[in-house]
């Protein structure tokens, strides 16, 4: 739900076609206690993955992050996202209520205070923490640099 992990997502996907033969992405969730709905929005991702959806949700959550954030309950945004990628919503419900879920979310949660996380987004490169890119060229130059290193 946090606005600057959402602005990255989108500089990242921009930046993805050209960096995604290099690299590989691995999300971890670090919902804020300062949002509403982030811990609810990691449980639906997390749901999702277990259809094999996570990044198709992934995306939707942070491409209309704008909107689904200011609902008093955001699960109906959730599940017409996940409606609209054909998923079972049933069983997106019940995976969200999942206790292996929430530990998995608290989980990535310890390991990124553990890692030095103290904002986000926080991106790492080769468990390094790396700054934060203003636009898809600065990421993908990023790259090229920790690469050629």
Known sequence: QCPNCATEAILISQAWPRISN???LVFRHYPLDTYLHSFEAARYAEAAAKQDMF????SMLYGDQASWSIL???TVAFEEYAAQLDMDIEQLRADAQLPEVREKILADQRGGNRAGVRSTPTLFFNGEIMPNPRTASELIQMINDF???
């Open 22 to 24: 290099r690299t590989r």
């Open 55 to 58: 990044w198709e949700l992934y």
């Open 72 to 74: 008093q309950d955001a």
């Open 147 to 149: 690469l050629s290193e």
